[in-house]
Every structure is written in C-alpha cells, then in structure tokens.
Nanobody
Framework: VQLVESGGGLVQPGGSLRLSCAAS????????MSWYRQAPGKERELVAN????????NYADSVKGRFTISRDNVKKMVYLQMNSLKPEDTAVYYC???????WGQGTQVTVSS
C-alpha cells in the first residue's frame, strides 16, 4: 500500500487549498479513506473520511462546512478541498487507509498572513 499526498503550502486566512492523495497497491474502490492532521504539539486527529463509493462522508466538527472530502475511484485519488482556512488549520495533513493502517508521508499546510 502506498499513499502520496500533495497540494499543501502556505495560504492566507480565508484562502483555499486542495490536497490530493494518490493511492496504489490495493483495490482502492473497495475501501474507506481518511484525512488526518497533526498540529505542532498536538495529537493526530481525524479530519474527514469517505466511504468506498463516495456516498458517505463525515467530518470533524472543526471543519464542517469548510472542508469537503471526495474521491475518484478510476484515478485512485482522494481529495480534501479546504475553504475558509483559519490559522488553527495549520498542520501536517495525512492521507490514511484505515483497513491497512497505512499512512502517507504528509503534506504541510500553513495558514498565516
């Protein structure tokens, strides 16, 4: 199982970013996928997850209404669209395949003026 994130960067408060995760090594369309994040000095926390066909999603309260998780089972990709970003969203964001307990390497998101 391999997960490779991309799309992080520096953005001003109120801005947007789209994170991508490319998956390989397993039958992607069969499994739930998740995004987590870890801020400095804090524990890793679940941001969102999405069911195998994309019909079911759930979000941490802190990101509801601002973030959207989606997937493309043909391309074997999972995405996290992040809007109205806040400084407290600053963290390393990780793609996660729960069934395999497999993590990506993470991508840094920094929200700062």
């Amino acid at each position: 199982v391999q997960l490779v994130e991309s799309g992080g960067g520096l953005v001003q408060p109120g801005g947007s970013l789209r994170l991508s995760c490319a998956a390989s090594g397993f039958t992607f369309g069969y499994y739930v996928m998740s995004w987590y994040r870890q801020a400095p000095g804090k524990e890793r926390e679940l941001v969102a997850n999405i069911g195998s066909v994309g019909a079911s999603t759930n979000y941490a309260d802190s990101v509801k209404g601002r973030f959207t998780i989606s997937r493309d089972n043909v391309k074997k990709m999972v995405y996290l669209q992040m809007n109205s970003l806040k400084p407290e969203d600053t963290a390393v964001y990780y793609c996660y395949a729960p069934t395999f307990s497999s993590w990506g390497q993470g991508t840094q998101v920094t929200v700062s003026s």
